[in-house]
């Protein structure tokens, strides 16, 4: 067999097996013959991210943000989505998420392609007695392209001595998609369908809500998340348009708890959404919950159980540094 035939069946059989397996496909003449492996994986990286508890992910942002190692947040990114659910969110912001449900009825009839002014008028009614929300808005959506037709917004700003300002926002540009903005991406189930509202006195109003996925705004330094409504009208459809209605909240004034059920988590107060991802050592010591530092990784000690002592004259161990 010649030589150039033998090189060219080893770069077809090597071809073959990338694709097949979907690896990168590399080879050099002298990998041929001294033996070397012909496919190089050069995706593990991105497979050990994706086998990654999305958790711990999620507190590595926070730790990052919280200790100002930002990196591109803030620079050439506005936002950072965690990519966990928050299951005491709905019931958390119910009686808001009720009002939104009323004002998407009204905007049924008003329509958002038009009569801007009413249309501000009742978004600043959504936001003004609602000192839990920071920003409102209503985008109206070609139904073709998805591309933004006309929006309407407000955000709440709090200054040092406790006052409450409401403020225009501006909206979305012209003609572009909303599928890259964080308040509008649905957080989905495991079957890929996003999580309606849901609480205990929930009465659905005949339109499609869900929650987003939490995340940091750099728009208002403030952990974010979002509450999202799709309010088609006969309206908007006479204009081949779609509407959305959008709702932020600020969860800043939660903290992190990455104790267990044992530490009575207060479900008022706390994320729990993270318990269980402390770093003591279970067997030997319990975990006992920091309260005061915010959104922040590593709020809690871990004590030692009965029986058992750090080597060192330690009576607990900071969770920042386990």
């Not at 591309?147 to 200054?159: D, L, P, Q, T, Y």
């Not at 309260?291 to 709020?299: C, E, K, P, T, V």
Request: proline residues 5%; aromatic residues 10%; hydrophobic residues 35%.
């Amino acid at each position: 067999m010649k030589l150039s035939d033998l090189v060219q069946r080893l770069l077809a059989s090597s071809a073959l097996h990338a694709a097949l397996t979907g690896t990168t496909f590399r080879i050099t003449l002298n990998e041929a013959f001294e033996g070397r492996p012909l496919i190089r994986k050069e995706n593990r990286r991105e497979e050990a991210r994706k086998n990654e508890d999305p958790r711990e992910v999620a507190l590595q942002s926070i730790n990052d943000i919280t200790t100002n190692n930002m990196g591109s947040l803030c620079v050439t990114e506005d936002y950072r989505i965690l990519p966990v659910n928050l299951p005491s969110v709905p019931e958390r912001f119910e009686d808001s998420t009720q009002r939104a449900d009323m004002a998407a009825a009204v905007i049924q009839e008003l329509g958002i392609n038009h009569k801007d002014e009413l249309l501000k008028v009742l978004l600043r009614g959504l936001i003004t007695p609602d000192r839990k929300m920071i920003a409102v808005r209503a985008v109206a959506m070609n139904m073709t392209t998805s591309g933004v037709i006309n929006s309407a917004g407000w955000k709440a700003e709090i200054f040092r001595d406790n006052r409450r300002v409401i403020n225009h926002i501006p909206g979305p540009e012209l003609y572009t998609r909303l599928d890259s903005k964080p308040w509008y991406q649905p957080s989905v189930t495991s079957g890929g369908k996003p999580i309606p509202q849901r609480g205990r006195n929930y009465r659905h109003h005949g339109h499609q809500g869900w929650w987003t996925l939490p995340y940091y705004s750099c728009f208002t330094n403030a952990w974010t998340v979002s509450y999202a409504l799709c309010c088609g009208t006969k309206v908007l459809l006479y204009y081949r348009a779609k509407g959305f209605l959008g709702l932020d909240f600020n969860l800043t004034d939660l903290e992190v708890n990455q104790c267990d059920m044992r530490s009575k988590p207060n479900y008022d107060s706390q994320l729990t959404a993270f318990l269980g991802t402390h770093k003591c050592h279970n067997k030997t010591s319990n975990c006992e919950f920091k309260d005061g530092n915010g959104w922040a990784r590593g709020s809690y000690l871990c004590h030692c159980r009965p029986g058992y002592y750090f080597p060192q004259k330690h009576k607990s161990l900071n969770g920042t540094i386990v």
